[in-house]
């Protein structure tokens, strides 16, 4: 059975007529299933005759299992596998703000064989964050295309005084170091966006890293941390409704169809906190042109269905599509302005 069909049927049955009338509800547990369908399906995926003489294609994702960064490969590689033919199989690799995955990533046959997630951690910021990194991302990987982009959400706990960024950011200035927030790890995108809210608010509030969004979710909704800032699939929409949690703003150029009440930063008074994180496809460094232009070719159509793109949506993403040109202009911008950033938080890691 097609792996979609397969989803929706799984989904009907867990959610009732839910799934249709009411998606965002069933958000958690939709994502529960689509997880379990896809890595199945990926696993499955060259059985018969499409696994063809080209072998499996492992696909390395530098962060834990069951965040957005798994889900999003996951999806992909169900449409890689399907129109290559061939057995895509993913292959978790987390620590050290994805560097660890990222370095096995460099260090792998360029042979068409071997992929791997690239996102702004480990390709614009790890480059100004780490004293001594393993890889240099120009010289250790060869772009294949973005795969999508999205904003974050400054999101509180519902037990929070503030109704607004603007009043959060007077309690905050009126509680230095008091307020924590919670990120899935120390030199990733999400810890350095904290850094940024506090530079720009003027404000002190405390770094707490977990070792993944879930117990970094956990401890938010138990009111151990008051603030995290994350994309929308990592909070559970269902705990946004419900008043368990309280989003503030959104960091993109425009309020999220999702949430559509969620002002962005800039219409909620912080116009500077514009922040956009997004998850593209990288091969190790000399695989070759035709390699990156198969692949590139079969994850722009995987990109295009119409079904990917309504799941992405529904947990705030974009599908971005790209050229490899235009995939590397994208990192060489946003390094340049992360590097900014991280000097002025005066932070590096060895």
């Known amino acids: ?68 960064a798994d889900l999003v490969s996951r999806i992909v590689a169900r449409g890689l596998g399907e129109a290559l033919g061939q057995q895509i199989v993913v292959d978790n690799r987390a620590g050290a703000g994805g560097t660890i995955g990222s370095t096995l990533l460099a260090r792998s046959s360029p042979d068409g064989l071997n992929i791997g997630l690239g996102t ?74 904290g850094e940024h809210f506090n530079r720009l608010a003027n404000v002190q509030t405390v770094h707490v890293p977990y070792k993944g969004a879930a117990p970094a979710l956990v401890d938010l909704l138990a009111g151990q941390v008051q603030f995290m800032i994350d994309q929308v699939a990592s909070f559970q929409v269902q705990n946004l409704q419900s008043g368990r949690l309280r989003a503030l703003a959104v960091t993109g150029p425009a309020r999220l169809s999702a949430l559509p009440d969620v002002p962005t930063a800039r219409e909620a008074g912080l116009a500077d906190f514009e922040l956009v994180t997004w998850f593209s496809l990288m091969a190790p460094r000399g695989t070759s042109s035709e390699a990156i ?37 994208r990192i060489g911008r946003d390094r340049l302005r992360w590097a900014g950033i991280i000097r002025a938080t005066g932070f590096q890691l060895d």
């Open 120 to 193: 702004v951690s480990t390709l614009a910021l790890a480059p100004s964050l780490y004293r001594s990194l393993a890889y240099e991302p120009d010289a250790a990987f060869e772009p294949i295309t973005l795969i999508s982009e999205a904003p974050f959400l400054l999101v509180v706990n519902g037990a929070v005084p503030a109704r607004t960024l603007g009043e959060f950011i007077e309690l905050a200035r009126s509680r230095p170091g008091q307020l924590n927030y919670s990120s899935i790890g120390s030199g990733t995108i999400l810890h350095f966006a």
């Open 293 to 329: 232009a198969r692949l590139g070719a079969a994850a722009r159509s995987t990109l295009a269905g119409a079904e990917l793109r309504e799941l992405f949506r529904e947990q705030g993403l974009e599908p971005r599509p790209s050229t490899p040109r235009e995939l590397a202009e």
């Open 1 to 68: 059975m097609n792996p979609l069909r397969q989803f929706w049927r799984r989904a009907a049955r867990a959610c009732g007529r839910r799934v249709l009338a009411r998606p965002l509800r069933c958000l958690p547990g939709l994502l529960g299933v689509l997880a379990l369908v896809l890595s199945g399906s990926a696993l499955a995926q060259g059985a018969g005759a499409g696994a063809g003489a080209r072998g499996s294609i492992r696909f390395i994702v530098p962060f834990p299992a069951g965040g957005s």
